[in-house]
């Protein structure tokens, strides 16, 4: 397990255990304890409990996305160093240019004919870039690309019989 796969399982679980806490006290909070069984609900005890965790709701998705907005990828296109436009085709991948210097990169892909996925691989063969790409739409992904070397792009979307094989290059140079 290398530092980035144990980061996620640290991270998982931490999401976990604390999704786990939030349901517990969620059922804590909105049913009538064993104290008060065989009487009659505490209907507004109940009331307050659940417009509690409306509030809860409410306050973590704002945290969360005022937390992860600068992160938005697209917010920061502006700032690629440069372009490559991509042809997504049965079944190959064409890029151009197919040589580009290291830095922030915007791939611009397009498909001529189905769906495809584009899946951009490191001369590592680690993932580290990944789209969808739908026919007559453009979509962009950018990525960071600091290690000069042969990069490999697969698709990630059953497209055909020769799937398989569809295969695209880009080399990033120092
Ligand atoms: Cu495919």
Redesign the pocket.
Known sequence: MNATQLTITVMYCAVTAIGVVALAAVIATTRRSKREAGSEPNIEKMERGENWWAIMTVAILVILFAATFAGIPWLNRANADSTVQVR?L??AFVAQPASVPAGTIDFEVKSDD?S??FALYDPDNVMVAQIQVLPNVTSTVTAKLDKPGPYTIR??????FN??N?IGRIEVTQ
């Open positions: 997504a049965q079944f189905v495809h996925g698709c990630l979307e059953f497209c055909g799937h398989h569809m």
